[in-house]
Structures are given as structure tokens and as C-alpha cells.
DNA sequence: GTCTATAGCCGGATAGAC
DNA sequence: GTCTATCCGGCTATAGAC
């Protein structure tokens, strides 16, 4: 695949957009626009939208991966790790506030297209959904491991809904709570850790 | 605000395309295709895709409070009607697996393409909201009941986003018995109503 | 690698006959 | 109330000059 610092402009410009504005509803135009090039130059590096939609997916990948990293270099505590995902919910809220969750808004607009990328879309939530587990595997979670990844990735996008349905800051952060309370309250699972 | 068979229909097919394929995806051709008119009689009808737009939403709204009435006239223990508003991700699993929650990925789509319109689809939201309040308030959560309704609401959203990202039914199930174990040890509250 | 110009299509919206 | 015909604009995508 090839690379040039346009081609990566391009990519950082429409996920943006994708983000703000969906997927459908951007065009060739508002990226060509803001990347600061002519509409005929953009098929030099991507020749369809569908291209560029998986290069935005990709990229959103290798990023998640980046994060999920800190996250482990951060804190070597499988809980204060799963904080780190929950407390991105307060960190992007205003963002949440205002167009959802990026991973989970995406993959309702391409499951609506039928996309062929929306597969590849939810693939960003198994990068999460994986690493929660990994994480209450350490905790001695077991087999209950990946139930209880999904149920915490669940309850974060139910609040990134809501906050962007009502855009109520107070909802946020009494959820990150109910988070974090709930976490503590797992039976069979350490609590000092 | 006038009244036809014909309207009625547009209005019908339009709520079901809106939400098998989204708002901006879904065209006038389309529209007039399934419902056999040609699109020069569409604007009989509406002036404008906006229009639609607001008559979809207001028979959701219509539906919503007869479906509320409904839960209210066959149960009259406010934890049964609470229980079934959570039943409906079961009742509903194919389409949300498909689609995702009507309510939920209309907010969505019209947050980002900011529409006139998303404050009217986030009101379909409160009307659960202030139901289920209701039902809380009945329970004697007191000043309580809207955050549980917002709780509440906000799992059931989150249960249908990753239902649809993973099409996992076992997934629909295990948060379903989660809400009512949750239900059941609320503290403060009957659990014999 | 970047541009201008343009093709070709489909979107929403309108006019006017029947 | 329903139709056909049509306009206009924006969209994706292409061709070809520089």
C-alpha cells in the first residue's frame, strides 16, 4: 500500500469528517476542501470512496492498538486499565456530546448501507472487546471474561447514545460511576487489582 | 394537517426505509417505488424530504404512547411494565440486529447531519424516558426514578448497538436477564410490584 | 503529483397536462 | 390526485494538460 503525506492528510481529514459528519453524507468535495486540494488530485490516491473508507478504518485501528498500549503501559492493574476505557467516555465527551461514538455510530450507518466495510468496521469494537477480556481474564474473570467485556463496551455505547440524544453531562459521569461501582462489585474477582 | 390513504402510506414506507437504510440514504424514487406513485404525485403529498421526515417521526411518536398504553393496560405492577419495555430487544432481535434501534440510529444520523429535526427524534426517546420515570416513581425510587429511567434506557441502547456490530443473540439474552436481576436488586424498592 | 475540465448519473424539486 | 416531462445542482468518477 502506498504512502505519501497527502494520501496520510487525506486519511486524517476524512475521518474526521466521517466522524462529524457520517460517512454518506461527506463528499469528495468537503475532503478535497479541507485537505486543501483539487477534486481531480484525490483520484490520484484513492480511486473510489469505498477506498477511502477503509483507509479510514485502518487507520482508526492501528490507533485503537496505539491507545490499548498506553493503556497497558500506563497501569499493570487489570482494573485501573478497564478505567482507562471507561473514563474515554469523560475524556471525548464533548465530541460524545455532540456526534456519538465514532466505532459505534459508524457501524450503525454501514450496517444500514449494507456496507461491505461494516464488518471491518466492527472489527474496531473487537479490538476493544478483546483487550476488555484480556483484562478480566487477569482479574480471574475466567470464562465470564469476554461476557463481561461485552457488557461493559454495551454500557459505554448506551451512554455515548444518550449523551449525544439528551447532551447531558450529568448522565456521563453518574454512568462512569455505576461503571466503576459495578466493577468493584464483581463477585470471585480481586479487588486490589 | 391533511389526511389521505395515500399519505398515510408514504408516510408508512418512508418510517420503514428511513430506518432499514437511513434518512439521507433513502430517496424519493425509492420511496415512491415501494409505495407504486410516481415521484411528481410525491410532492402532491410533501413539499419537501424534511416534511416526511417530520411526519415519520410524529407517527413514531403516535406509536410510541399507544405501545406505552398498551404495557400500562396489561400489567398493572409497574416491574412488569418496566419488563416490558426491556423484552422488546427480544421481541424485536432480528430488525435490531439488522438495523440497530430505530430510535437510537435515527438520533444518530441527525445529530451528524445536524438536522432541524434530531431534537424531535431525541423527544421519542423521552417519552420511554419519562414513562419509565413514572414506572420508578410507582416503584418509590423518588428523586431517584429519572436517573434509573436514563439507566435503564441507556443499557437497552447499548445492548442494541452491539447487537447489530455483532449479530450475537446469546449476547441480547444474557443483558436482558442482567436488566431484570438489576431490576430485582435495586434497593429501596417493592419486589412484589 | 497536481491541476482544470467535463462526463454521466442521480438527487430534490417544479410545471403543467389529464 | 395522479401522471409525464423537465430543470438544476451536487455527486462520483474520468481524461488529459502541465
Same mark, same amino acid.
Given at each position: 500500500?502506498?504512502?505519501?503525506?497527502?494520501?496520510?492528510?487525506?486519511?486524517?481529514? !476524512?475521518?474526521?469528517?466521517?466522524?462529524?459528519?457520517?460517512?454518506?453524507?461527506?463528499?469528495?468535495?468537503?475532503?478535497?476542501?479541507?485537505?486543501?486540494?483539487?477534486?481531480?488530485?484525490?483520484?490520484?490516491?484513492?480511486?473510489?470512496?469505498?477506498?477511502?473508507?477503509?483507509?479510514?478504518?485502518?487507520?482508526?485501528?492501528?490507533?485503537?492498538?496505539?491507545?490499548?498500549?498506553?493503556?497497558?503501559?500506563?497501569?499493570?492493574?487489570?482494573?485501573?486499565?478497564?478505567?482507562?476505557?471507561?473514563?474515554?467516555?469523560?475524556?471525548?465527551?464533548?465530541?460524545?456530546?455532540?456526534?456519538?461514538?465514532?466505532?459505534?455510530?459508524?457501524?450503525?450507518?454501514?450496517?444500514?448501507?449494507?456496507?461491505?466495510?461494516?464488518?471491518?468496521?466492527?472489527?474496531?469494537?473487537?479490538?476493544?472487546?478483546?483487550?476488555? %477480556?484480556?483484562?478480566?481474564?487477569?482479574?480471574? !474473570?475466567?470464562?465470564?471474561?469476554?461476557?463481561?467485556?461485552?457488557?461493559?463496551?454495551?454500557?459505554?455505547?448506551?451512554? %455515548?447514545?444518550?449523551?449525544?440524544?439528551?447532551?447531558?453531562?450529568?448522565?456521563?459521569?453518574?454512568?462512569?460511576?455505576?461503571?466503576?461501582?459495578?466493577?468493584?462489585?464483581?463477585?470471585?474477582?480481586?479487588?486490589?487489582?
Amino acid at each position: 500500500m502506498p504512502t505519501s503525506p497527502t494520501r496520510d492528510l487525506i486519511i486524517e481529514k !476524512a475521518d474526521a469528517l466521517f466522524y462529524e459528519g457520517g460517512f454518506e453524507a461527506t463528499s469528495f468535495a468537503d475532503i478535497a476542501a479541507i485537505v486543501g486540494i483539487s477534486r481531480g488530485n484525490f483520484y490520484h490516491h484513492f480511486k473510489t470512496k469505498d477506498e477511502i473508507l477503509d483507509a479510514v478504518i485502518s487507520r482508526r485501528m492501528t490507533r485503537t492498538r496505539a491507545t490499548l498500549e498506553d493503556w497497558e503501559i500506563e497501569d499493570e492493574r487489570p482494573r485501573y486499565r478497564i478505567l482507562s476505557f471507561v473514563h474515554m467516555v469523560i475524556a471525548n465527551q464533548t465530541e460524545i456530546m455532540a456526534f456519538g461514538c465514532p466505532v459505534g455510530t459508524l457501524c450503525s450507518e454501514l450496517a444500514k448501507l449494507d456496507h461491505v466495510s461494516k464488518g471491518r468496521a466492527a472489527d474496531i469494537f473487537s479490538l476493544f472487546r478483546d483487550w476488555l %477480556a484480556g483484562q478480566f481474564r487477569a482479574l480471574g !474473570a475466567g470464562d465470564r471474561a469476554d461476557d463481561l467485556a461485552l457488557h461493559i463496551l454495551g454500557w459505554s455505547q448506551g451512554v %455515548a447514545v444518550l449523551a449525544s440524544a439528551f447532551h447531558d453531562e450529568a448522565f456521563i459521569r453518574r454512568e462512569v460511576i455505576g461503571i466503576t461501582t459495578w466493577l468493584d462489585s464483581l463477585p470471585n474477582l480481586s479487588h486490589h487489582n
